[in-house]
């Protein structure tokens, strides 16, 4: 049962453009209406928007993961905080299920922006007070803000698919596609209580890797293995990690991503290659022309509406990461 109790005011949600399903997913979830509200273009490209109630002391929360046209959503979610704080919102908390430019989190080479930290100044300077997210690419991320941030796990909606389907199947083993992944792996290894092994890959270009070699986790060969990552954009990592397990004699090969990009031709990628299942979470809206038909989408919303009761009632967010 959602709580009233809090000092912020009664609980008010809207949803921009980005996701409008999910927004009513978690609102559901909630028990509560989605905030009346217009987003849209000008002609000329311009954001505009308007909500068509009061939220005078209220507590607010925006539902909007900045997915593709990540410009766009991004917009459309500023000028929907300066909107709300112009109208004397009681607290805005940001609900970016996916937050864009997450991969622009350092210098990597001379010149380079640093475009996650940018994105973070313009949020904070917008008005917002919150954010809650999941899977950042970077969990630096979370100190680029000067506000608070809570960061879901998407391993736990996967420990409890594996746990419902998978764990009486044969024997399994995680595996992390890259160095980067390796501690949210092993988070999920550790839950679901399988081996953890790692791919040590070489990127040749921003789009390109090749895989050298496999580390840890015994003998692939015979077993079933779960992929686990953050993004899948193109699909060319995952893809190739998957080539090179199935060589080494797995059985079986599913994939756990949290966010499903799908840009250019990972649709074919996926469904061409070695993989029995890709699993991905709600947290980007996929048009059904970019959905690989080996795809299986598992909702976030009941876990957000979750976190979004805690923050609104006071309560403590880490109990959820059990």
């Given amino acids: 049962m959602l709580s009233r109790k809090y000092g912020h005011g009664e609980i008010k949600l809207f949803a921009c453009n980005a996701n409008p399903q999910l927004g009513k997913s978690i609102a559901h979830h909630l028990g509560v209406p989605l905030g009346n509200s217009t987003v849209k273009q ?4 311009e954001t505009y928007v308007m909500f068509e109630e009061t939220v005078r002391g209220l507590d607010v929360f925006i539902i909007q993961p900045t997915s593709y046209p990540v410009n766009d959503n ?7 905080t300066d909107a709300l ?26 010149h380079a922006p640093i475009t996650a930290k940018l994105v973070a100044n313009l949020l904070t300077a917008a008005g917002v007070d919150r954010v809650l997210s999941m899977d950042l690419h970077a969990p630096q991320i979370q100190g680029f803000f000067d506000i608070p941030v ?5 391993t736990n909606i996967f420990s409890k698919y594996y ?7 044969g024997e399994f083993i995680a595996v992390s596609p890259d160095m980067g992944s390796v501690s949210r792996v092993r988070t999920f290894a550790e839950k679901v209580n399988i081996p953890l092994a790692i791919v040590d890959k070489r990127r ?12 840890g986790g015994g003998d692939i060969a015979g077993k079933n293995v779960i992929l686990l ?10 893809v190739n990690a998957a080539t090179a397990i199935k060589a080494l004699g797995a059985k079986s090969i599913y994939a756990c991503i949290t966010h499903a990009v799908l840009s250019k031709d990972a649709k074919s990628k996926v469904e061409n290659s070695a993989l029995e299942k890709l699993l991905v979470l709600d947290c980007v809206n996929i048009p059904p022309e970019r959905c690989p038909a080996n795809l299986e989408v598992l909702s976030v919303a009941g876990y957000f509406a979750e976190a ?13 990461f059990d």
Avoid at 308 to 320: E, F, M, P, R, W
């Fill in 163 to 169: 746990n419902e389907h998978l764990k009486n199947t």
């Fill in 150 to 154: 809570d960061h879901l796990r998407g």
């Fill in 204 to 215: 040749t270009s921003p789009d390109v890797s090749e895989v050298t070699n496999i580390i």
């Fill in 42 to 45: 000008f002609s000329d490209g």
């Fill in 74 to 80: 991004i917009m459309e979610l500023l000028i929907m």
């Fill in 308 to 320: 979004i009761n805690c923050i609104h009632s006071g309560k403590a967010i880490s109990a959820l």
């Fill in 85 to 110: 704080r112009r109208a004397s919102a009681g607290r805005i908390t940001a609900v970016i299920p996916y937050f864009g430019y997450a991969r622009q989190d350092r210098k990597d080479r001379s």
């Fill in 229 to 238: 990552d953050d993004i899948i954009a193109t699909g060319g990592s995952l």
